[in-house]
């Protein structure tokens, strides 16, 4: 199974909109539209996330959304791997508070945001799930500038990564650790002492957010030198960093994540007509490298998962 690589399409984030890409998925048909055009291009996973096209296509973690979205994409092609995001919760903004009662205000919110992260993962049971594993700023900045447009802070605390790893991996979900740094990796090692994880672990290295780390070949050989023995990864890149970041990891004999939620456009700058035309890209740097891509009962093979 060396040979193989598992293509992931991220159809659409929290963060993507029509307006930056008009392929961009807001309903359950358009998002099983683009699972089934990325799945003929060879992708054996997707990435969702809710969405509400009547606000405007803005993130929700309502389950009734989120499933719509995930029964069409199942309806319409049944042996895809559909991956769910533990990472949208209620979007809300803290404060101002009265000094006395602030702390607790701000906890009480975490904590309400925190069962909304996890809440369709336990309605739906998926194969696979995102698991987060730092806080860490996650902000809109204009690249050129550096001026700020969006300031957020992504609360991931050592309870959540433990509490969601045990739901999941109770559950028969695979969880994708999602490492931004080193320093997420090692707190999911810490977490891992309690044995709550199986073999095999999967690990999804993210490049290029604005309060991650941007993409260096050095610092990626690092952290695939740093994963427990015998680990899976995959990496995924915000904007141009895609496309360099999923070819050394395919090198390394890593897998490969591609779509609209993390670049909008193709190696050459046009937009991409949609997360497939990425997949195809993918195809072809495998191909270039002597590798396949997985089929989606190859890659629950590679990952652990058991079908359901």
């Not at 803005?58 to 092609?77: L, N, W």
Request: net charge neutral; with cysteine.
């Amino acid at each position: 199974m060396e040979d193989k690589v598992l293509i992931t399409a991220a159809l659409a984030g929290s963060a993507t909109f029509k307006n930056n890409n008009p392929a961009t998925p807001y309903t359950p048909k358009e998002y099983a539209d683009e699972a089934e055009k990325a799945y003929k291009a060879g992708a054996s996973m997707v990435h969702i996330h809710g969405r509400d096209e009547k606000m405007g296509g803005y993130h929700t973690s309502e389950v009734d959304k989120v499933k719509a979205t995930y029964d069409a994409i199942k309806q319409r092609v049944p042996d895809l791997i559909i991956q769910v995001t533990s990472s949208v919760g209620y979007p809300c903004q803290v404060g101002p508070f009265p000094e006395s009662d602030c702390v607790n205000l701000i906890n009480d919110l975490i904590k309400l945001n925190m069962e909304a992260r996890i809440r369709s993962i336990k309605a739906l049971k998926p194969e696979s799930a995102s698991l987060n594993t730092n806080t860490m700023n996650f902000s809109v900045l204009d690249r050129k500038t550096g001026q700020i447009l969006i300031d957020n802070v992504f609360v991931n605390s050592f309870g959540m990564l433990q509490d969601f790893g045990k739901i999941m991996e109770e559950m028969g979900c695979r969880p994708e650790a999602e490492l931004y740094d080193i320093g997420g990796l090692d707190n999911w090692l810490l977490i891992a002492k309690q044995d709550i994880f199986r073999k095999p672990y999967n690990f999804n290295f993210v490049w290029g957010v604005a309060g991650g780390q941007k993409f260096r070949p050095e610092v990626f050989v690092a952290m695939v030198n740093a994963l427990p023995a015998g680990s899976n990864f995959t990496t995924c890149a915000v904007g141009t960093e895609q496309f360099p970041a999923i070819m050394q990891s395919c090198l390394m004999g890593g897998h490969m994540r591609v779509g609209l939620e993390d670049n909008t456009r193709m190696p050459n700058g046009d937009l991409a007509k949609g997360s497939y035309e990425q997949v195809e890209v993918a195809v072809k740097i495998a191909a270039s490298l002597g590798r396949e891509p997985a089929t989606p009962a190859e890659a629950r093979k590679i990952l652990g998962i058991t079908k359901k």
